[in-house]
């Protein structure tokens, strides 16, 4: 059974840092990509940041670029969401996303609050 488990989620303050982590079950992680996405309130579901392949080639969106990092763990089959100098606006419920093909798995969400 395929499952996606994202936790690390709280409440920060604007320039801290957080680090999101989402274990997988059912699916090896280094053969899919592996993506964060974030949803505000009231928006849509964003584009974070991507995994990718054996030699664990990352992208990311603009907005988080030189601040946020995706990493992998392939003993653990998990994977991070290192957040850095968090701003008010990167509020957000994060995704993890595994897709290979036509497969596609979500997980349920961590809530991340940048406030002071």
């Known amino acids: 059974q395929v499952q996606l488990v994202e936790s690390g989620g709280g409440l920060v303050q604007p320039g801290g840092s957080l680090r999101l982590s989402c274990a997988a079950s059912g699916f090896t992680v280094s053969r899919y990509v592996m993506s964060w996405y974030r949803q505000a309130p009231g928006k849509e579901r964003d584009f974070v940041g991507f995994i990718i392949g054996i030699g664990a080639s990352t992208s990311y969106a603009d907005s988080v670029k030189g601040r946020f990092t995706i990493s992998r763990d392939n003993d653990k089959n998990t994977v991070y969401l290192q957040m850095n100098t968090l701003k008010p606006e990167d509020t957000a419920v994060y995704y993890c996303?595994?897709?290979?093909?036509?497969?596609?798995?979500w997980g349920q969400g961590t809530q991340v609050t940048v406030s002071s």
């Open positions: 996303k595994a897709a290979l093909g036509r497969y596609e798995y």
